[in-house]
């Protein structure tokens, strides 16, 4: 079935160092891509979607972009910031499986002042 | 924008109680809601598709007699957990698609903490 792995946290930066959390999935069919951030003690919200191979998606800052060949959609940003402090979720959408949403483990980011 | 509401966000109940958890679409009709459960520290676990005037969908290792899920109307559908126990403690989450928007966007509910003792 379809699946997310998402590289473990927590992650630990300091401001304005560089972000990459990785993130590959294993799907049939063309899946949609997307990354969630779970701010403490809020719900989830989307940050960036891609919805076929090469597409980049891209908000606050952070990018990610499909990559088919390598089935991966590693989210990043140049120079984080206290306040990017939070859970992201990496995600895949299959229409395949009635659209559900099929989350990753999660990766827990802190950035130092 | 889309919004979706769950309410309540927190609630402690007795062991052996149920307690009902409502999720809304508030200026969008949803076919479609999805329930999520997460422990702490740990990703978001699908445990039911829920259609609107029909059943729900469960995920493999849920109990469809524990985790009630009704979608009477297009912007309400709720989850009651029945005889609550210590275990059943989470932070559940809903989702609800917007039919009518681009792509058929889903929006997130804040979520709801349950605290069982």
């Known amino acids: 079935g379809n699946s997310v792995t998402q590289m473990e946290g927590p992650v630990t930066l300091s401001e304005e160092a560089f972000l990459t959390i990785n993130c590959t999935y294993t799907a049939t069919g063309y899946p949609s891509l997307f990354w969630y951030v779970q701010y403490p003690g809020e719900g989830l919200q989307l940050l960036l979607k891609?919805?076929?191979?090469?597409d980049k998606g891209s908000n606050k800052g952070f990018e990610a972009t499909y990559r088919k060949e390598t089935t991966s959609f590693h989210l990043e940003k140049g120079s984080v910031q206290v306040s990017d402090s939070a859970v992201y979720f990496c995600?895949?959408?299959?229409?395949?499986?009635?659209?559900?949403?099929?989350f990753g483990q999660g990766t827990e980011l802190s950035v130092k002042p | 924008g889309a919004v979706v509401s769950q309410h309540p966000s927190w609630v402690i109940c007795k062991s052996g109680t149920s307690v009902k958890i409502e999720c809304r679409s508030l200026?969008?009709?949803?076919?479609?809601m999805f329930w999520y459960r997460q422990f702490p520290k740990q990703s978001l676990m699908l445990m039911a598709t829920s259609n609107e005037g029909s059943k729900a969908t469960y995920e493999q290792g849920v109990e469809k007699d524990k985790f009630l899920i009704n979608h009477a109307s297009l912007t309400l559908s709720t989850l009651t957990v029945t005889s609550a126990h210590p275990e059943d403690s989470s932070f559940y989450i809903c989702?609800?698609?917007?039919?009518?928007?681009?792509?058929?966007?889903?929006?997130f509910g804040e979520g709801s903490w349950l605290t069982v003792v």
């Open positions: 989702s609800a698609r917007d039919r009518e928007g681009a792509g058929n966007t889903i929006y």
């Open positions: 995600a895949l959408r299959s229409y395949n499986q009635g659209g559900k949403l099929i």
């Open positions: 891609a919805t076929k191979a090469d």
């Open positions: 200026d969008f009709q949803a076919t479609t």
